[in-house]
């Protein structure tokens, strides 16, 4: 175990202990001629990055997501534009978090259920997960989701 600029780096993933979202600033070089701003494995989110995706073109009403994982961790930023992730505890408890700033991203745990919604005109949204896709790892049933994120409280 160690810490690298600020997370604490671990065993994978901390497996057994309840990890929760969180807001992370990402760095930011401010340049008269643009400003640059970066990831890297583990120096800004607590995982190795194994998959990278986008969200572009999501018509307006329309929403994103609606599920979990049970084993994959995601970061998400939005390149461009806005839009609100909304997270469910599948215990009554939800929270919105407004994503617009290109170097502020949102880590989320496993067993995270989130949708995306309210998708400003041109918003790209950019995923990182610890994993490939791989169907079984997904939630999408919200009931399954609740029992299965009381047996790990």
């Known amino acids: 175990m160690g810490e690298k600029n600020g997370w604490k780096c671990c065993n994978k993933y901390q497996m057994g202990k309840e990890k929760k979202h969180e ?5 930011k070089i ?29 018509p307006g009403g329309e929403f994103r997501g609606g599920h979990a994982y049970l084993s994959q961790h995601e970061f998400i930023i939005a390149l461009s534009g806005s839009f609100d992730i909304i997270i469910n505890d599948g215990f009554g408890g ?5 994503l617009n700033r290109s170097y502020m991203g949102l880590y989320l745990p496993p067993l995270t259920w989130r949708h995306m919604e309210n998708f400003s005109t041109n918003a790209l949204s950019l995923h990182f997960s610890s994993s490939i896709y791989n169907e079984s790892d997904y939630l999408r049933d919200f009931i399954e989701f609740s029992k299965k994120k009381s047996m790990v409280k």
Do not use: C, M, Y
């Not at 401010?30 to 073109?57: K, M, Y």
């Not at 939800?94 to 407004?98: A, F, G, L, N, P």
């Open 23 to 27: 807001l992370i600033s990402l760095p």
């Open 30 to 58: 401010v340049d008269a001629r643009g400003n640059l701003t970066f990831v890297e494995n583990l120096s800004q989110i607590p995982f190795e990055i194994a998959r990278v995706f986008w969200i572009h073109d999501v």
């Open 94 to 98: 939800v929270e919105k978090i407004t």
